[in-house]
């Protein structure tokens, strides 16, 4: 059997000021497919990796849309289309009254498209990632920072990209398996 | 903050008004949260507690199998009085799973940092309020097996829900309220569910949390549509938590009952919901904290603010009440005018009192300093507003009722023994639902905590 192929590599930082600093000068280095692993949201380290990415919000626009319209639609088709009757002497089609359910069902898609579509984005959920083979990676959601430079990054070079990584003084840098 | 850091170890932050002790670190911080959930063993209190609740939720299953049995004349609900304890419980459950959104989303949108150490238990709290909640609504229709006629939904009987009553917008309004807050807990939970399963040792545990985390593994990227969907979570929950309990007070405002037909309902309702909520998270906060040793992460500012806000929330809730009362002289009509006069005077006049002192008075001692950093006081104070709020419901469902336009349409309600069986077997089941969530899952948001040690803070590029 060969040897296993290489998903890529990894440093380990101490604290996040060193993973913004590394994240950075990789980027300015001309490294492209890589990410960052921490075990909190950091927004600097977004700007770091130029990470831009609108399509969320559009999503949930979409899905408050959607769901504005279908609930609207609902309420419409009941009572005036499929089940006309009298109640309370108010008209089939009694706007005010059909604002309540169509603000919910507006909330409640947008909620899933929120949901369903940040899940998707991140191609959650996954059985297996490359990442949780490095050794110490399961540190990523306690303490540590991690940066992983892809083997599939075209200025990738094994030795290359070692030695760059260490520049940064990581904890220490792996070879993260496929 | 180095100062106090060097007095030796983390210490309780009495006076200083932080929202996390010193001499925190990433590791302290989650080791200590992680450990409560997969400690191998259970504390003594949580085994008590957990039977005491389990105990009444044995009393509620056997209430509802003879409420089945017999059908809901076992209850106190009579003419004139038709809803009782079932529609004020499940005001007041609703009511108090509001503090829990109010916590998460709306305290998120305006960047309070302290509110990171409680959201995640009182969301927890919201959701299983609103099971205690929804329980109510769906026995009162009778025929609890045919609830789901309430859901629009295409038969052979041809007919569609009345989308015009109020009581179809509640169904509306709580099964969002009810969905949307689940999803904010679980997708609020993820990265801590990632923790607990890299921390965990056992394989059982492993696969559960690993399960649950889906696979998560903390990537910047993955923490970009994180955020933002955190974000647009709180920006739809909030308008949603505004909603739900207006459209609770709609149930009344709408109908034409004197001491339910008043304007003021929707903003009156949603101050109470927050008011009773804040009153439950320090009711919960407050003893989970000393048992389980939390007081470094629930600091004394977290129950100071949390007593501000009940004050103002209960300053709002005490104008409601000044208002219904003028509202109803002012009118000069003759049913308002007795309405209040009876509420003050009438059967139920110790109700009443009972409820002015509990939400009107008693909470005025907050504004004290003293008693905002006395954990015993504000403990009590909770009590006192849960009890106060459950008191007001009853006021205005209950003696509203009593007495309408015709004398000769009067009468009186008292809950029977299944109607006490019910409320307090729902307790029971809140707490049962607690007890399992602290046990098994991260009850305080580590990833959250994280973020606001000062080892968090960036550096500006030199």
Known sequence: MSAPRLYGLM?????????????AEARKAGYRKMDAYTPYPIEELT???EIHDSRLPMLVLVGGIVGGIL???LCWWCSVVSYPIIVGGKPFHSVPAFIVPTFETTILCAAFAAVLGMLALNGLPQPYHPVFNAPRFALASRDRFFLCIEAADPKYDRDETWAFLTRFSPRVVMDVEE | MSATAGTGGPRAPRESGMIVAPGHTFTSVTDKIASIALGRRTPWFWWIGTAFAFGLVMMLLATITHLVFKGVGIWGVDIPV??????LNFVWWIGIGHAGTLISA???LLRQKWRTSINRFAEAMTIFAVSCAGLYPLLHTGRPWMDYWLIPYPNTMGVW???RSPLIWDVFAVSTYATVSLLFWYVGMIPDLATLRDRSKRLTAKIAYGMLAMGWRGSARHWQRYETASLLLAGLATPLVLSVHSVVSLDFAAGIIPGWHATIFPPYFVAGAIYAGFAMVMTLAIPLRKLYGLEDFITAKHLDNMAKITL???LIVAYGYAMEAFMAWYSGNVYERYMIWNRMTGPYKHMYWALIFCNVISPQVLWFRKVRQSVGALFCMAMIVNVGMWLERYVIIVVSLHRDFLPSAWGMYHGTIFDWSMFIG???LFLALLFLFIRFLPMISIFEMRTILPEAKVKEPA
């Open chain 2, 426 to 428: 729902t307790i029971g």
């Open chain 2, 161 to 163: 829900p009345n989308f």
């Open chain 2, 312 to 314: 103002a929330t209960g």
């Open chain 2, 106 to 108: 709306i305290l998120l």
């Open chain 1, 71 to 73: 609930g609207y639609l």
């Open chain 2, 82 to 87: 038709g809803w009782g304890f079932d529609i």
């Open chain 1, 11 to 23: 440093a380990e930082f101490e604290n996040p000021n060193d993973l913004i600093t590394a994240a």
């Open chain 1, 47 to 49: 700007e770091a990796l």
